[in-house]
């Protein structure tokens, strides 16, 4: 099987002797010439401890693939810190920088003629923004997770990065003295890897572990582990086999394997993020991922992993008994997965995870069982009403009640909410509305877990909800929904909300809607005037100028 059909573009063309020189010149034989080329792709970076280790496991990855008699070189692409960032201007560029990323995997081995491509990412915005470009590109590809951070400890507590955001609103209510707050910020986070939680990373390694992207166990090994570094070398030979059958990631990212990773977010209770990136990661092969196949199958598939941010465990717990794999082969059991998708491994999902050991129910409480599980139906709900005419996303774990209603408590930008708890203009029966934090109105769509994170540390979590045309970090929990669409910015509903006004949110009818009379909201309309961008040159102007809505999955190569 011929299978550098793209990099013998440049290799074996006699016409291209100054490309040929350049690749004499990196180091490359005659006879490395006559070999497919995968690019590795790392998302490493010094300043965050999601990717700050990911270039030396890139090298471990190109130790693999050269062993396997292949050519692999390494390139580098932007990581964006979300918790470096959240609570600043600077998340502005977080959903910006899965953008980025998918551009720029896509331009160097576009023109690189690279047949095949391993990425090593960390981060949220790191895995979706891979994916995109593996599906654009649609050669062989595997991504290899960097793996999550061990729990921090004080005093005897254990911690992750959430308890340093939450410690902020404990700070401000006056719970937690300084020493124990400094303390809790110190050692929040111990070293390398993604955030503990089944946060937004955790959920993405997850989707795309059972989406069939990248070899058994990535998203549960630790980062700092042995399991790690044999996954590094292993996706030499993967990549191998991938080439040597031409097996696509088109071939790979059917509806069937997306069923699949949407399956795997509900029951591991993951991110609301998860729904933006998979139709983002589903535009990318040409498959229709929309709101409704979430709610469709959150109607069905039980929520049963007890982890944080709304439950006990983290991510280094779910490895001990056996990880991703062990959930999925239960999955499997129960009808929650389709076996027959095949995956980077050249097997289907089910010969996979034929030998995996399964959960022992009465061993651990991480994973609960069907028959008692954590919540019935899945944690995220697609709520529409004249709030959400488009759609929004809600993340209901089940502790949140099923009936909200209560008076708005306006804020444009989590600046001014932040501000507003410390001066006490929150209250317990509040709606909170943060708006003009959409993809066109921040722009950038940035998080909302600094004021969610707030809340909870001032004690108003279980007696506020909180609305928002922006997105929740996976760390945040409440009763929340984001990514209403359409936007303020775009004239939604929610721009014209005002001080006071009654919001019900219905979780059984999956509504949201201002309970204010049409002959009002006609007059607010025709009084409203359309904002200009929050934006004046560089790369947010131009998000601004392209960006598709929230129920979009927020892409920017599209008319």
């Not at 200009?532 to 040159?537: E, G, P, Q, V």
Request: proline letters at 4%; one cysteine or more; aromatic letters at 6%.
């Amino acid at each position: 099987m011929e299978f550098n059909k793209y990099s013998k573009t440049i290799t074996q063309d006699p016409t291209l002797p100054a490309a040929q020189a350049m690749l004499y010149a990196i180091g490359l034989t005659e006879k490395d010439l006559e070999k497919a080329q995968v690019g590795i792709v790392s998302t490493g970076f010094d300043g965050n401890p999601c990717n700050m280790h990911l270039n030396t496991l890139a090298q471990s990855v190109k130790t693999g693939v050269w062993e396997n008699d292949l050519v692999g070189l390494i390139f580098n692409t932007i990581g964006v810190s979300d918790g470096i960032s959240n609570g600043t201007e600077g998340m502005r560029y977080s959903l910006v920088s899965r953008e980025v990323i998918a551009d720029s995997i896509e331009t160097v081995c576009g023109a690189q003629y690279y047949d095949g491509l391993i990425a090593v990412v960390g981060c949220d915005k790191n895995m979706p923004g891979a994916l995109m470009a593996m599906g654009r590109l649609n050669r062989p590809a595997i991504m290899v997770y960097g793996g999550t951070i061990a729990g921090g400890h004080w005093k005897g507590q254990q911690l992750n990065i959430i308890s340093a955001f939450e410690a902020l609103g404990q700070k401000m209510a006056g719970t937690i003295t300084p020493e124990d707050f400094k303390g809790i910020v110190q050692n929040a986070c111990p070293g390398a890897g993604a955030c503990g939680g089944m946060y937004t990373a955790n959920t993405m390694s997850s989707a795309i572990e059972a989406l069939g992207m990248s070899l058994p166990y990535s998203s549960s090994n630790p980062a700092l582990s042995p399991e790690k570094a044999e996954e590094c070398k292993a996706a030499g030979k993967a990549i191998k086999l991938l080439l040597e059958r031409d097996l696509k990631p088109r071939d790979i990212m059917t509806k069937k394997a997306f069923e699949n990773a949407i399956s795997t977010v509900m029951v591991l209770g993951g991110s609301t993020n998860a729904v933006l990136h998979l139709i983002a990661m589903g535009k990318a092969v040409g498959v229709q991922i929309t709101q409704e196949d979430f709610q469709r199958i959150s109607d069905k598939t039980p929520l049963l992993a007890d982890l944080k941010p709304s439950g006990k465990y983290l991510m280094e717990d779910l490895h001990k008994i056996g990880g991703v794999p062990a959930v999925l082969k239960y999955m499997l059991e129960k009808g929650f997965l389709h076996g027959d998708c095949m995956t980077v491994t050249g097997k289907t999902i089910a010969e996979n995870l034929k030998d995996v050991q399964a959960l022992e129910f009465e061993k651990q409480n991480v994973i609960y069982p069907v028959e008692r599980p954590l919540k019935q139906t899945g944690h995220l709900q697609i709520m529409y009403g004249n709030l959400a005419s488009k759609g929004s996303v809600a993340k209901i774990t089940g502790k949140e009640g099923e009936l909200f209603k209560g008076p708005a408590r306006i804020f444009n930008g989590e600046f001014a909410l932040v501000d507003g708890i410390r001066d006490g203009k929150v209250k317990a029966g509040d709606v909170v509305v943060i708006r003009h934090a959409g993809p066109k109105g921040a722009p950038g769509m940035p998080e909302m877990l600094k004021p969610t994170s707030a809340i909870m540390g001032a004690g108003l979590g279980k007696s506020v909800a909180l609305i928002t045309d922006g997105r929740f970090s996976g760390g945040s929990h409440g009763l929340l929904i984001g990514h209403i669409t359409p936007e303020a910015h775009e004239g939604g509903l929610i721009a014209l909300v005002e001080e006071n006004d009654l919001i019900e949110i219905d979780v059984r009818k999956h509504t949201i809607n201002l309970l204010v009379d049409e002959a009002t909201i006609a007059k607010r309309r025709a009084a409203w005037t359309p904002p200009k961008l929050n934006a004046k040159n560089g790369i947010l102007l131009k998000y601004a100028k392209q960006v598709k809505t929230a129920a979009d999955g927020c892409v920017t190569d599209e008319e």
